[in-house]
């Protein structure tokens, strides 16, 4: 496997949740940099040594409600 993408959002309460494209791979956090490595990880428990990703890709997304 070469790239393993993670949905990053802002949790409703407060925090981040980070979710896998592709794998069963779930994660939140406080912050960033603990988002960051609690993905690293995930991964590492995820996968046997030597199959895991070469590249974790974070892909943010934010929502924004306007009114008309």
């Not at 309460?13 to 990880?41: C, K, P, Q, V, W």
């Not at 991964?43 to 990703?53: I, K, Q, R």
């Amino acid at each position: 496997m070469s790239e393993l993408i993670f949905l990053i959002e802002q949790a409703p309460e407060e925090g981040y949740t980070a979710r896998a494209l592709g794998e069963s791979i779930f994660t939140e956090a406080d912050s960033l940099d603990e988002l960051r490595t609690n993905i690293r990880e995930a991964v590492a428990c995820h996968f046997d040594e030597g199959t895991g990703p070469r590249l974790i890709r974070l892909h943010f997304v934010r929502e924004e409600v306007l009114v008309p």
